[in-house]
C-alpha cells in the first residue's frame, strides 16, 4: 500500500487551517506553509505543500470553471427535456471509463494492487449510481412521451366530439407532440 502523504497527516484542524490558507491568500507560499506546519510539530516539506497545493488549486478550478459554465449554459439555453443532464451523465461515464482504463495501464511502483482495487471499486461505485440515475432519467421521459402521446390521442376524440376543425387539431397536436421531441 502507497505511503500516506505528508498532508494526509494532519490532524483535521490544521488540515482546514491549510485549506482556508490556500484559498485565503492564494496557492503561495509553500515555504512559509512548511515552516508553520513544522512548528506545529508534523514533517512536512515544501515540496508536498506545494504538490497538495497544486492538486487543491486544480479541483477549485474545475469546480469553479464546471460551475460557471452550468450557469451560462443554464441561462443561455433552457433544458425543459433535460438532455443536459443526459449529456452530463454521459460525460461522467467516459471519464470514469477513461479512468478506469488509466487505472489498469498504470504502471506506478508507488499504486499497490489494494490500492487499485480500491479505486476500481469506487470507480464501479461510482458507475452504478450514474446508471441508476441514467435510468430513471430514462424513464421519466418514457413516461413523459406515454402522457403527451395520450393528450395527443385525446385531441382526436375532443375533434370528433367538439366539431372542431382538423387544421385546429392538427396545429394543438403539433404542439403537444412538440413537448416529447
Known amino acids: 500500500m502507497a505511503k500516506p502523504s505528508a498532508i494526509d497527516q494532519l490532524k483535521a484542524e490544521d488540515k482546514q487551517w491549510l485549506d482556508a ?6 496557492f503561495c507560499g509553500y515555504e512559509e506553509i512548511a515552516e ?4 506545529r510539530g508534523y514533517r512536512v516539506s515544501k515540496s508536498s505543500v506545494h504538490r497538495y497545493g497544486q492538486k487543491l488549486e486544480q479541483k477549485l ?3 469553479q470553471a464546471s460551475t460557471q459554465a452550468a450557469i451560462m449554459i443554464a441561462d443561455a439555453a433552457p433544458d425543459d427535456a433535460d438532455q443536459r443532464s443526459a449529456a452530463v451523465m454521459s460525460l ?3 471519464e470514469l471509463f477513461n479512468s478506469l482504463i488509466a487505472l489498469q495501464e498504470s504502471n506506478d511502483p508507488e499504486t499497490s494492487a489494494a490500492d487499485r ?15 441508476q440515475a441514467s435510468l ?16 395527443a ?7 370528433k366530439k367538439g366539431g372542431l376543425s382538423k387544421e385546429a387539431a392538427a ?3 403539433r404542439e403537444i407532440l412538440g413537448i416529447a421531441q
Not at 479505486?119 to 446508471?131: E, T
Not at 390521442?153 to 375533434?159: E, K, M, P, R
Open 36 to 39: 508553520i506546519l513544522q512548528e
Open 117 to 131: 482495487i480500491a479505486l476500481m471499486a469506487k470507480c464501479g461505485k461510482g458507475i452504478a449510481s450514474i446508471m
Open 136 to 151: 430513471g432519467q430514462k424513464k421519466w421521459m418514457l413516461d413523459v412521451r406515454d402522457r403527451v402521446e395520450k393528450a
Open 171 to 173: 396545429a394543438i397536436k
Open 61 to 63: 478550478a474545475a469546480v
Open 21 to 26: 490558507r490556500f484559498r485565503d491568500q492564494g
Open 92 to 94: 461522467i461515464q467516459t
Open 153 to 159: 390521442q385525446a385531441v382526436d376524440s375532443i375533434v
